[in-house]
């Protein structure tokens, strides 16, 4: 008989599906990683950082609120259900990793048909998230699906697959202007490229827990590439995010507040970069959920922007 108690590994500790949610539900928000949600986020962080520095371009603070909670619901679900369908193509891989065999699906909770139909549901709650945009707005947030679509299977033929996770993971940084101002401006360009940076930067780091199993059974990651070089591959993508955010926030107008909070956030990054070792898994994995807090930081510093802006 399946366990369907049984945690998944990587999981954080007393988390609320494995101590208080119904024993029926916690396969499917496992699927979901509402045990591990840093991934949603992260996903969600350059949602916010777009929203609010396209409402201080727009110098009008009034769809900021509602914008913020519809990307908050967006990014969970979407993120659950990019993670389903990455759990669905991996499940024969994940059972070959000491970290994620307990996973749903490798584990046995979780049949494919009902992985399945899990899916479809969550992409039908994103849906309907993303059809209280504009239009502009919706058709921006379907282009992205591509993308999610082929990256599980870019760590099987690339050593590069951080790099089409962060085309993923940062289209929300494209999202904030297109809903905000229906357009997408250079400045929102820039946000995305820096972005991206970012999330190969704490992608490799979280990649480090599993470098050993991945090398055994073929799978590729940047930080098998960077290797003993990850520190100063580090310093080039986290440098590149900052610079590119800085220059993404120049083109936008934006004042003093959200270059304090940029350079708070590089402080952040910086901090990162000193303490890593690579051989230390709980530490790359700590490292890794602080971003959550980086962009938090960065976050807050644009709304104070926007709303002085907006002020003026």
């Given at each position: 008989?399946?366990?369907?108690?049984?945690?998944?590994?990587?999981?954080?500790?007393?988390?609320?599906?494995?101590?208080?949610?119904?024993?029926?539900?916690?396969?499917?928000?496992?699927?979901?990683?509402?045990?591990?949600?840093?991934?949603?986020?992260?996903?969600?962080?350059?949602?916010?950082?777009?929203?609010?520095?396209?409402?201080?371009?727009?110098?009008?603070?009034?769809?900021?609120?509602?914008?913020?909670?519809?990307?908050?619901?967006?990014?969970?679900?979407?993120?659950?259900?990019?993670?389903?369908?990455?759990?669905?193509?991996?499940?024969?891989?994940?059972?070959?990793?000491?970290?994620?065999?307990?996973?749903?699906?490798?584990?046995?909770?979780?049949?494919?048909?009902?992985?399945?139909?899990?899916?479809?549901?969550?992409?039908?709650?994103?849906?309907?998230?993303?059809?209280?945009?504009?239009?502009?707005?919706?058709?921006?947030?379907?282009?992205?699906?591509?993308?999610?679509?082929?990256?599980?299977?870019?760590?099987?033929?690339?050593?590069?697959?951080?790099?089409?996770?962060?085309?993923?993971?940062?289209?929300?940084?494209?999202?904030?202007?297109?809903?905000?101002?229906?357009?997408?401006?250079?400045?929102?360009?820039?946000?995305?490229?820096?972005?991206?940076?970012?999330?190969?930067?704490?992608?490799?780091?979280?990649?480090?827990?599993?470098?050993?199993?991945?090398?055994?059974?073929?799978?590729?990651?940047?930080?098998?590439?960077?290797?003993?070089?990850?520190?100063?591959?580090?310093?080039?993508?986290?440098?590149?995010?900052?610079?590119?955010?800085?220059?993404?926030?120049?083109?936008?107008?934006?004042?003093?507040?959200?270059?304090?909070?940029?350079?708070?956030?590089?402080?952040?990054?910086?901090?990162?970069?000193?303490?890593?070792?690579?051989?230390?898994?709980?530490l790359c994995l700590k490292l890794f959920r602080s971003n959550r807090d980086a962009g938090l930081i960065l976050f807050a510093s644009l709304v104070v922007d926007a709303a002085l802006r907006a002020a003026?």
């Amino acid at each position: 008989m399946i366990d369907a108690t049984a945690r998944v590994a990587d999981a954080t500790h007393n988390n609320w599906v494995d101590t208080r949610a119904p024993v029926w539900s916690r396969p499917y928000l496992r699927l979901s990683r509402f045990d591990r949600p840093i991934g949603s986020w992260l996903l969600l962080m350059p949602c916010w950082w777009s929203a609010a520095l396209a409402a201080g371009v727009a110098g009008d603070l009034r769809q900021l609120p509602g914008t913020v909670v519809l990307f908050f619901i967006g990014a969970f679900v979407m993120r659950g259900a990019g993670c389903t369908w990455n759990d669905i193509t991996d499940r024969n891989l994940d059972g070959r990793v000491e970290r994620t065999r307990s996973r749903p699906i490798p584990s046995g909770q979780v049949t494919i048909s009902q992985a399945v139909a899990f899916l479809v549901c969550q992409a039908l709650i994103g849906l309907i998230v993303l059809l209280q945009f504009n239009r502009f707005a919706i058709l921006t947030g379907i282009a992205s699906l591509v993308i999610v679509a082929v990256y599980p299977f870019m760590k099987r033929i690339t050593y590069w697959p951080q790099v089409v996770l962060g085309l993923a993971f940062s289209w929300g940084a494209l999202m904030g202007f297109a809903v905000i101002l229906a357009r997408i401006d250079a400045a929102a360009l820039v946000l995305y490229a820096g972005s991206i940076a970012w999330v190969i930067g704490y992608d490799t780091i979280y990649a480090h827990q599993d470098r050993e199993d991945d090398a055994l059974i073929g799978i590729k990651s940047t930080a098998l590439l960077f290797g003993e070089r990850t520190k100063p591959a580090l310093v080039m993508f986290y440098g590149l995010a900052v610079a590119l955010l800085g220059l993404a926030f120049v083109l936008a107008g934006a004042g003093l507040a959200a270059f304090v909070g940029l350079a708070m956030f590089a402080a952040h990054l910086a901090r990162q970069i000193l303490r890593i070792d690579i051989r230390d898994s709980a530490l790359c994995l700590k490292l890794f959920r602080s971003n959550r807090d980086a962009g938090l930081i960065l976050f807050a510093s644009l709304v104070v922007d926007a709303a002085l802006r907006a002020a003026v």
